[in-house]
């Protein structure tokens, strides 16, 4: 079974930092590319960022760039999104992704097989 649980979704306020995690258990981790999206109520899910497999590229979307960093660690199969400057317009439930032996990636959702549950993170005004 190949499984990605999110965690570290929290209530902040505006200007704030908060960074959140993607363990993932089952799979090669180094051979998936992985992404973070995003889902806000009423909106349509949104491609946050996302990291190519072993080798490949960083991408973000533009409502983010800048501001959130996206990292993965190989050893400890986890991947992470850290982000500054938090908006009230950021306020969504997070969910990571992966597809197998991309070496490049994409913020479409269609292009990812396997997703974790979300985590919610909301950013008061």
């Known amino acids: 079974q190949l499984q990605l649980v999110e965690s570290g979704g929290d209530l902040v306020q505006t200007g704030g930092s908060l960074r959140i995690s993607c363990a993932t258990f089952?799979?090669?981790?180094?051979?998936?590319?992985l992404a973070w999206f995003r889902q806000a109520p009423g909106k349509e899910r949104e491609g946050v960022s996302c990291?190519?497999?072993?080798?490949?590229?960083?991408h973000y979307g533009d409502s983010v760039e800048g501001r959130f960093t996206f990292s993965r660690d190989n050893a400890k199969k986890t991947m992470y999104l850290h982000m500054e400057d938090l908006k009230p317009e950021d306020t969504a439930v997070y969910y990571c992704?992966?597809?197998?032996?991309?070496?490049?990636?994409?913020?479409?959702?269609?292009?990812?097989?396997?997703w974790g549950q979300g985590t919610q993170v909301t950013v008061s005004s």
């Open positions: 990291i190519g497999s072993s080798g490949g590229s960083t």
């Open positions: 089952g799979f090669p981790y180094e051979y998936y590319a």
């Open positions: 992704a992966a597809v197998y032996l991309a070496h490049s990636c994409t913020l479409l959702a269609s292009e990812y097989d396997y």
